[in-house]
């Protein structure tokens, strides 16, 4: 298989280290005590990054598992569950909340800013009973952020247990979840950590233990089921094998980002700069305010079929990109910035073949994207 320069919004690059550390030798998950204690270790680092006491779990399974097993855990028949929505992940909750029961209390902001706090309290004033919130911290389809840690304080306000999805933003968007009261947050490994796709980290909150614990009717699902997770340390047991060569690549490519505060600086650079670059260049960007420093999405101009166009990128320049989905397939490409990807080189690349592309397609920018990119980029960082 040839293998493509990934600049897309996730899976990213994977480096040679965390590939390796899969190849080692291992022990038996279930049987050995080593293991726990090394399980527990990477999940207390976790817990260190989320700024947060609650304890964490990683558990074998794609980001949507980590999802999934939030609104399968907390939510009954009936419940009302807030569902806020400025992007195609926000309103993906729905989905989630009505297979497992749960009523739908829909809050839609405008999806080319983040989700406006006065708007959603006094929403919330008019609205009683409900049990649990869902929100997306970057919706990456669109790259919008918000800020959730002053959602999660007005939801605790008004008594409402979160799941976040911090999938695209963690670590760099700050992610407070001890201050602000986020009950669940949702991470994966494919994206920020850039460690293979397989896993997904969550962080809960006692209140959401507690929650899952008080419900009149059994959680329908075995895998989906974060109870069978709370107690694993004490009783030295795991529902089921884990995959342990991931977990030790997982630890591998978190060893990588080593300095976080740095990662995030230079993630906010790149971010920066690409975005005065797009927009010196007469191309548009979707976003209005809250832009995401892990993935930009660009409008693509009249005319150029986002196909035919993504794949002129793959050929001529063997660099694959992202495009959108749902209602904003066809009309946005993205360039995923994150982790691996998150690079002065890998960006200088991906923007010199896409202003040739464009070219190629007789769109004429006004500046370089490239050069301009690369002067930013030395200004800010
Ligand atoms: C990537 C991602 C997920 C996981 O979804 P996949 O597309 O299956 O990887 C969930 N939420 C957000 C916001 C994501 O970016």
Same mark, same amino acid.
């Given at each position: 298989?040839?293998?493509?320069?990934?600049?897309?919004?996730?899976?990213?690059?994977?480096?040679?280290?965390?590939?390796?550390?899969?190849?080692?030798?291992?022990?038996?998950?279930?049987?050995?005590?080593?293991?726990?204690?090394?399980?527990?270790?990477?999940?207390?680092?976790?817990?260190?990054?989320?700024?947060?006491?609650?304890?964490?779990?990683?558990?074998?399974?794609?980001?949507?598992?980590?999802?999934?097993?939030?609104?399968?855990?907390?939510?009954?028949?009936?419940?009302?569950?807030?569902?806020?929505?400025?992007?195609?992940?926000? @309103?993906?909750? $729905?989905?989630?909340?009505?297979?497992?029961?749960?009523?739908?209390?829909?809050?839609?902001?405008?999806?080319?800013?983040?989700?406006?706090?006065?708007?959603?309290?006094?929403?919330?004033?008019?609205?009683?009973?409900?049990?649990?919130?869902?929100?997306?911290?970057?919706?990456?389809?669109?790259?919008? *952020?918000?800020?959730?840690?002053?959602?999660?304080?007005?939801?605790?306000?008004?008594?409402?247990?979160?799941?976040?999805?911090?999938?695209?933003?963690?670590?760099?968007? !700050?992610?407070? *979840? !001890?201050?602000?009261?986020?009950?669940?947050?949702?991470?994966?490994?494919?994206?920020?950590?850039?460690?293979?796709?397989?896993?997904?980290? &969550?962080?809960?909150?006692? /209140?959401?233990?507690?929650?899952?614990?008080?419900?009149?009717?059994?959680?329908?699902?075995?895998?989906?089921?974060?109870?069978?997770?709370?107690?694993?340390?004490? #009783?030295?047991?795991?529902?089921?094998?884990?995959?342990?060569?991931? +977990?030790?690549?997982?630890?591998?490519?978190?060893?990588?980002?080593?300095? +976080?505060? @740095?990662? #995030? +600086?230079?993630? @906010?650079?790149?971010?920066?700069?690409? /975005?005065?670059?797009? $927009?010196?260049?007469?191309?548009?960007?979707?976003?209005?305010?809250?832009?995401? @420093?892990?993935?930009?999405?660009?409008?693509?101009?009249?005319?150029?079929?986002?196909?035919?166009?993504?794949?002129?990128?793959?050929? #001529?320049?063997? &660099?694959? +990109?992202?495009?959108?989905?749902?209602?904003?397939?066809?009309?946005?490409?993205?360039?995923?910035?994150?982790?691996?990807?998150?690079?002065?080189? $890998?960006?200088?690349?991906?923007?010199?073949?896409?202003?040739?592309?464009?070219?190629?397609?007789?769109?004429?920018?006004?500046?370089?994207?490239?050069?301009?990119?690369?002067?930013?980029?030395?200004?800010?960082?």
């Amino acid at each position: 298989m040839k293998v493509p320069n990934l600049m897309t919004a996730g899976p990213t690059y994977v480096r040679d280290n965390v590939k390796l550390a899969r190849a080692l030798d291992v022990s038996n998950p279930d049987l050995d005590n080593n293991f726990f204690n090394f399980y527990k270790e990477v999940c207390e680092e976790f817990s260190e990054i989320l700024n947060t006491k609650n304890e964490v779990r990683i558990l074998c399974g794609e980001a949507i598992l980590g999802l999934e097993a939030s609104c399968a855990s907390l939510i009954e028949k009936g419940d009302k569950v807030l569902v806020i929505d400025n992007g195609i992940y926000g @309103n993906g909750f $729905k989905d989630f909340v009505e297979l497992y029961g749960g009523e739908v209390v829909h809050f839609k902001g405008d999806r080319k800013k983040p989700i406006n706090i006065e708007e959603l309290s006094a929403f919330l004033q008019n609205e009683k009973g409900i049990k649990y919130g869902t929100l997306v911290h970057c919706d990456t389809p669109t790259g919008i *952020v918000n800020d959730v840690n002053a959602i999660c304080k007005l939801l605790d306000a008004h008594g409402i247990i979160s799941i976040v999805d911090a999938v695209s933003s963690f670590p760099v968007e !700050d992610l407070n *979840v !001890d201050e602000s009261k986020i009950d669940i947050a949702v991470i994966g490994s494919q994206k920020c950590l850039s460690a293979c796709p397989g896993l997904t980290i &969550l962080s809960i909150s006692n /209140r959401a233990f507690e929650a899952m614990e008080k419900r009149e009717t059994r959680i329908p699902s075995f895998y989906c089921n974060l109870l069978l997770w709370k107690d694993y340390y004490v #009783k030295k047991s795991f529902p089921y094998t884990l995959p342990i060569n991931d +977990i030790l690549s997982l630890k591998t490519s978190l060893n990588n980002i080593h300095d +976080i505060e @740095n990662f #995030k +600086i230079r993630h @906010n650079a790149i971010g920066e700069a690409l /975005r005065l670059a797009i $927009k010196n260049s007469g191309l548009k960007l979707f976003c209005e305010e809250g832009f995401s @420093n892990t993935v930009t999405s660009i409008v693509l101009p009249d005319g150029i079929e986002d196909r035919v166009f993504r794949n002129h990128l793959l050929t #001529k320049f063997n &660099l694959m +990109i992202s495009g959108s989905l749902d209602e904003y397939e066809g009309k946005l490409i993205r360039i995923g910035h994150m982790g691996e990807n998150c690079y002065k080189d $890998k960006i200088s690349y991906t923007l010199l073949a896409l202003e040739k592309t464009f070219a190629h397609f007789g769109v004429f920018l006004k500046s370089s994207l490239a050069n301009d990119f690369i002067s930013y980029f030395e200004k800010l960082y």
